[in-house]
């Protein structure tokens, strides 16, 4: 059973920072490129970012750029997510995902498996 568990999510003040992991199991990890979402409330999912099959290439969203890093864990089967310099606009589910596809991966149809997602609330 393919299997995407997030965790690390919380409340966080302004400015403050938080680490998101992402836990994989089920499927041969390192087939896949992983990216991150989230979705606030009354809002589309959208991409934060995405890191290649081998964790040699990484797009990261330009809302994000330069706050937030994604990285990666083959021999762990584990995704990442470091969230510094979090603003209120950063409050959101963040779902990890796992696809398969080619491409830019920043779009949700790309990817293939999901995570139930981890809460993220920033505070002013």
């Known amino acids: 059973e393919v299997q995407l568990v997030e965790s690390g999510g919380g409340l966080v003040q302004a400015g403050g920072s938080l680490r998101l992991s992402c836990t994989a199991s089920?499927?041969?990890?390192?087939?896949?490129?992983m990216g991150w979402f989230r979705q606030a409330p009354g809002k589309e999912r959208e991409f934060v970012a995405r890191?290649?099959?081998?964790?040699?290439?990484?797009d990261h969203a330009d809302s994000v750029k330069g706050r937030f890093t994604i990285s990666r864990d083959n021999a762990k089967n584990t995704l990442s997510l470091q969230m510094n310099s979090l603003k209120p606009e950063d409050t959101a589910v963040y779902y990890c995902?796992?696809?398969?596809?080619?491409?830019?991966?920043?779009?949700?149809?790309?990817?293939?498996?999901w995570g139930q997602g981890t809460q993220v609330t920033v505070s002013s």
């Open positions: 890191i290649s099959r081998m964790g040699g290439s990484a």
């Open positions: 089920g499927f041969t990890f390192s087939n896949y490129a």
């Open positions: 995902a796992a696809s398969r596809s080619i491409g830019l991966l920043s779009t949700p149809g790309q990817y293939q498996y």
